[in-house]
């Protein structure tokens, strides 16, 4: 999807680093509840989960960008649209809902090969450097992977090799 | 004639008689140079004058003890100028008597002497001799007398002076009958008259001064030449001796008249006398066996003494062991005493002790109560504090989930777009009170935990105060236990040793009574041998009394016996008696 003009992000934190997500990939924000384990799934993928009705899969952001670094226990978790569908993506933090100007994003930033097409772009805010993500293409980019398809892949997932400088 | 063969004459015969003295004559000069010495001077020295004369010293021939000494009788002549004599011993144990008389020459100056030496040696033994026989005089114990023709008392020995009461030397010289006074005196009854005239000794008896009654002896004395010179008289006092003849008579006539009834009567004395006898017989044998038994029972009686004797030095001897044990026991007394007394301070001591250690475990008792206090106190308050954070977390969670909502809220607003703006204000501002609800919850949880952690330690400081006087209180338990041990136990030793005081106490008691009951046996057992020794004592007496009874029943019979030959003597006096007078 193409964001033009001032985002509104929800920030949230994994390890280190800051994150941010369009407002719009955002259904809600939950503190995290338990899952189901699902057999076989891949180990990024925490289990299922009954939300309000709604049967959604869990998976680990941590496990699945591969992030090794910092300290977090994954007891938020962001609730994406994707349709009619949702999917449950476990972060440390979740701190605010914020604005960001359209100028205040980069939206080039040569990163991996892999993260390419889940990165917007990275976001000044303040002192700080927000990256934003599309999580929707992180869950959908790797269909094999979700419980939904039915198949587990066995290649190791895209890692940000390097953090875009400003 | 010529003068000077006159004198030559005269001389001579003076020489000659010189020449016939018996006795030797010696002229000595003043040198004691021998100048003469007549014929029987030097006989008397077995020599002869011409061998002595001019050539010896008077003192080298007669070597008397009294020579060149001043008792020499030549020497004092010569000194006094006249004569002197001296008895003298001559080397030969020859009694001389020796006169010396001083000789002048014509000018009437001292030149020598003459001695004349008598040899008295018999003389002066017979001298001895009569002495001697004078002293048997002496020693006659009746009166003798010696007189002379004229009845001048020559000699009287002390007997008859001390009848006199007078002494010999007053006596001598006095007329016999001035003396004696006797009524044979001045006549011719006079023993001595008669013995004189007769020249035989004559016996007369006669009273002497009225009163004493005498037998005098008469015996003549002769010189040498057989001559009546006097006589001795010899006086017996016959006073008593004719008193006794005369009641002798007297008794004579009497008995002659009791003669014949003592003839009459001594049968029947002999008679009674026999019976007498007889009894005294029967009483000495009764007497005897009667002192037999006393013997016997005395001997046993002895034996009881010695008996209750050794007893009682028994008994003595076991009370002074007894003493001994007492004294010993009384040591062992006041030992205990001593002990009780230690005991009994030691006790105390260890009651204090267990009372302050009581009062120390109240104190720990009442600290640990403190502090039980203090811990309680600390941990209600610490339930208080964990409560409010609990209350805290609660805010805290509260202002978590209020946040979310905010978020959720934020969300909603953004994605509502232009219509949601206004609620999105709304939603910070939630957001925002509650996150510093959040944070005041947060800070209040801060504060919380640590006024929580200082009231976990001051709970566990209070604890190991607490700890600290549990065990404070156990080890003082211990040391009051200890200390009620010890006195428990100082209690029980208290105990044994007020008994051992008692049983040393009873048995010092008890060995007193049996010192006492010793005692009285002593006590007894002397008054036994005492009474004992007083039965045998009077046993003996008894026994002596039997034995003097027998005695004097001896005595009686014998008595009787002499009675009876008496009887028997005098009946025959009596018949002698009879037979002479009739």
Request: proline residues 2%.
């Amino acid at each position: 999807m193409t964001v033009t003009g001032d985002v509104q992000i929800v920030n949230f934190t994994v390890g280190d680093v800051d994150y941010g997500v369009p407002v719009e990939q955002v259904r809600e924000v939950r503190d995290f509840q338990a899952v189901t384990p699902v057999p076989g799934a891949p180990s990024y993928v925490e289990g299922v989960t009954n939300l309000r009705g709604q049967i959604i899969t869990v998976m680990d952001l941590r496990k699945r960008l591969n992030i090794e670094e910092g300290e977090g226990a994954g007891e938020k978790i962001i609730v994406i649209e994707m349709g009619k569908a949702a999917v449950g993506v476990m972060v440390d933090t979740v701190t605010e809902v914020s604005t960001i100007a359209e100028a205040d994003i980069e939206r080039h930033i040569q990163v991996s090969k892999k993260l390419e097409n889940y990165v917007v772009g990275v976001a000044k805010q303040g002192e700080k450097l927000i990256v934003v993500m599309d999580l929707t293409k992180i869950i959908s980019d790797n269909d094999e992977d979700l419980p939904e398809h039915g198949r587990l892949s066995s290649k190791k997932p895209h890692v940000i090799e390097q953090m875009p400088s400003a | 004639m010529p003068k000077y063969k006159m004198l030559n004459t005269t001389a001579t015969r003076y020489l000659q008689y010189l020449q016939g003295v018996q006795g030797a004559v010696v002229a000595i000069n003043k040198d004691f140079d021998v100048t003469y010495i007549n014929e029987y001077g030097a006989k008397m020295l077995k020599s002869t004058p011409g061998k002595i004369i001019r050539k010896t010293k008077c003192y080298d021939l007669f070597k008397t003890s009294n020579c060149k000494t001043a008792k020499c009788a030549c020497a004092i002549a010569m000194k006094n100028k006249k004569s002197a004599s001296s008895e003298a011993m001559s080397d030969n144990q020859m009694n001389l008597w020796m006169t010396g008389t001083p000789t002048y020459d014509n000018e009437g100056k001292i030149s020598g002497a003459i001695e004349y030496v008598v040899d008295i040696t018999s003389l002066k033994r017979e001298s001895e001799q009569n002495k001697q026989q004078m002293q048997y005089l002496e020693g006659v114990q009746t009166p003798v007398i010696a007189i002379d023709e004229e009845f001048n008392i020559k000699y009287i020995n002390s007997f008859g002076a001390t009848i006199l009461g007078s002494t010999a030397d007053k006596l001598v010289g006095k007329k016999c009958h001035d003396v004696f006074k006797t009524g044979d005196c001045k006549t011719s009854k006079c023993v001595c008259a008669i013995a004189m005239k007769s020249k035989k000794p004559a016996t007369s008896e006669t009273s002497c001064n009225e009163t004493m009654q005498i037998k005098c002896t008469g015996s003549p004395l002769f010189d040498d030449k057989g001559k009546i010179v006097g006589a001795v008289e010899y006086i017996a006092d016959i006073t008593e001796l004719k008193g006794m003849l005369e009641s002798t008579q007297g008794l004579v006539e009497v008995s002659t008249s009791v003669a014949n009834n003592i003839e009459g009567l001594s049968g029947e004395v002999l008679k009674t006398a026999e019976s007498i006898g007889a009894m005294g017989a029967q009483s000495s044998q009764a007497s005897e066996r009667l002192s037999n038994t006393m013997e016997q029972v005395m001997a046993a009686s002895q034996n009881v003494s010695d008996g209750a004797q050794s007893l009682s030095k028994l008994a003595q001897e076991t009370a002074k062991n007894v003493q001994l044990l007492m004294d010993k026991m009384t040591n062992v007394n006041t030992n205990t005493v001593e002990v009780n007394k230690i005991v009994n301070e030691s006790n105390k001591v260890a009651q204090v002790a267990s009372e302050s250690g009581k009062e120390a475990l109240k104190s720990l008792g009442a600290i640990k109560d403190a502090s039980n206090d203090v811990g309680k106190t600390i941990g209600e308050v610490n339930a208080s504090v964990k409560d409010v954070a609990g209350l805290a977390d609660d805010i805290s969670q509260i202002a978590g989930q209020i946040n979310m909502l905010a978020l959720n809220a934020a969300i909603e607003a953004a994605r509502a777009g232009e219509a949601g703006r206004g609620f999105a204000v709304v939603a910070d501002a939630v957001k925002q009170l509650a996150g510093q609800a959040g944070t005041a919850a947060k800070t209040s949880v801060e504060s919380i935990d640590t006024i929580t952690k200082a009231g976990e330690r001051a709970g566990s400081m209070s604890k190991s105060a607490d700890q600290a006087a549990i065990e404070g209180n156990v080890n003082v338990n211990e040391a009051v236990n200890g200390s009620q041990q010890v006195a428990s136990s100082m209690q029980k030793i208290l105990g044994v040793t007020q008994n051992l005081e008692t049983a040393v106490q009873e048995s010092v008691r008890y060995l007193e009574e049996v010192g006492g009951v010793i005692e009285q046996v002593a006590s007894f057992s002397e008054e036994s041998a005492s009474a004992s020794e007083q039965t045998a004592a009077s046993i003996e007496e008894q026994t002596a009394a039997t034995e003097e009874v027998a005695v004097a029943a001896t005595k009686v019979q014998e008595e009787v016996r002499k009675v009876i030959e008496l009887a028997q003597k005098i009946a025959a006096e009596a018949k002698t008696f009879r037979d002479m007078w009739q």
